[in-house]
Each structure stands twice: as structure tokens, then as C-alpha cells.
């Protein structure tokens, strides 16, 4: 009897060390306990790690946060850092639910978390779709969705940060090239243009340069990797073949 007990607790253990998100709960607690943590904290942060992954949401961009957070513990209480988390997962959510919504299928990390920082900066669901719209494929929705939250941080309005994104791609640049907007943008300021006149050249039409055309400055301001791991091999939307 007491074998059998062992042995159903032992199959228990081994099946919810498979489920999704479990490996990464795991490892955000070995790394918190790590650098020092109190274990209380690093069990709540895993759990709310594990619960993610059990709906499917990424868990990598909870990770860093969570890392992030108590490499601020000195200024950030521990109860701020597991309200930030929860709120983070709600984005996630919302973020999950637009990339259905747009036709995602399966729906990516990728997308999902530069949707959750979308939101997050401000973006409104509807808008957040439009910027999804624009990409044929989960790369390229990431990478856009990626640059206009790094624009809105920067200062540009929301509706001149998704132009410019949407303007991009319909004219055939490449994600790599959109990346650098916001090098061109801080190029742009540096030439002594403000966020009003960079937003009304983007509303007529005019783009953002490349940062590399003579007097841009150079490149320097790159967002950094599209959140939630790579999306690259992920499948195209639904009913697309590659193209809008």
C-alpha cells in the first residue's frame, strides 16, 4: 500500500514537472534563491511563472521581469515586484486574446508579449490589432508591435507610431530596417526636429529616414530582442499565404 502511495505521488510529481511553464517556475526559483531572495518571495514568483505557462502565455518576458525587479529590491518592495507580475500576466492575457482575435493560429509568444508591452505603453486593443494587421507573419508582427511601443516611449504619439509601421511594411521594408526607427527618430531630434514636426512628416507620408543617410547619426537606439522568444518557424495567420 505504502508503495503504491509512493509510487502515485512519484507519477503525480513527474507529471506537473512536465506542464507548461514548470521548467521555467523551476528556474526563476533557483535563480532568485541565487541572488539571494527569501524563499516565500521566489515561491510566489514561480508560482505566478507556472500558472502562466499553464495557459499557454510566454513565461520568458515574466522571468526577466521578475529578475529585474529584485535587482531593484533595494527601492522596489517585494510586494510591488509580485503586483507588477500579476499585472504583467493580465497584459499577457490581453495580448493572447487580440493575437486570436487577428487570426494567429497558434497564437506566438512572440506576438503576445510585444502585444502585452504594446498595451502596457498604451496602445489601445483596437490599435494594437491594426499594428498586427500590417505583418503577414508572427515575425514580423512582433518586430512591428516591438518598434511602435519603442517610438511611443520615446515620445511619438500612438497614432504616428503605428503609421509609420503600417506605411513600412505596405511599401516593402524589411523587419530588420523597421527595427531602426528609432534610431532615426532620436537622428531626427538631433537635427533639432521636435515630436510635433516628426508626427506630421510621418502623417503626410514622409517615413523615417534610414539612421545611416548622411547627417542621421548613425544607428544606436535599436529596441533590443522581440520579447517571448524567437517567433521565427511559428505559423503564418489564418488564411494567409504569406501576404495581405
Do not use: C
Not at 522571468?63 to 500579476?86: D, F, I, M, Y
Not at 512572440?110 to 508572427?138: H, I, K, L, N, W
Amino acid at each position: 500500500m505504502r508503495h503504491s502511495l509512493i509510487g502515485a505521488i512519484l507519477v503525480a510529481a513527474s507529471a506537473l514537472s512536465t506542464l507548461p511553464g514548470a521548467a521555467a517556475a523551476q528556474d526563476v526559483r533557483a535563480q532568485l534563491l541565487e541572488r539571494g531572495a527569501p524563499a516565500e518571495f521566489a515561491d510566489q514568483v514561480a508560482a505566478i511563472v507556472a500558472n502562466a505557462g499553464a495557459e499557454q502565455l510566454p513565461t520568458e518576458p515574466l522571468v526577466s521581469k521578475a529578475l529585474e525587479g529584485w535587482a531593484k529590491r533595494a527601492r522596489v518592495p517585494q510586494g510591488r515586484v509580485l503586483t507588477a507580475l500579476n499585472q504583467y500576466v493580465v497584459r499577457l492575457q490581453t495580448g493572447r486574446d487580440i493575437a486570436a482575435d487577428a487570426g494567429f493560429d497558434p497564437v506566438p509568444g512572440p506576438v503576445v508579449a510585444a502585444a502585452a508591452e504594446a498595451v502596457g505603453r498604451g496602445m489601445t486593443r483596437e490599435q494594437v490589432s491594426q499594428v498586427m494587421g500590417f505583418a503577414s507573419e508572427p515575425a514580423a508582427a512582433a518586430t512591428g508591435l516591438t518598434v511602435a511601443s519603442a517610438l511611443m516611449a520615446q515620445g511619438l504619439d500612438a497614432e504616428a507610431a503605428i503609421r509609420v509601421v503600417g506605411d513600412a511594411y505596405r511599401g516593402g521594408r524589411a523587419p530588420e530596417e523597421i527595427l531602426e526607427f528609432p534610431s532615426a527618430l532620436t537622428g531626427l531630434q538631433a537635427q533639432g526636429q521636435d515630436m510635433a514636426q516628426i508626427a506630421r512628416r510621418i502623417m503626410q507620408g514622409g517615413g523615417l529616414p534610414s539612421p545611416t543617410a548622411p547627417g542621421m547619426g548613425g544607428r544606436g537606439n535599436r529596441p533590443g530582442t522581440v520579447p517571448g522568444g524567437s517567433a521565427e518557424g511559428q505559423k503564418k495567420k489564418k488564411g494567409t499565404s504569406g501576404g495581405q
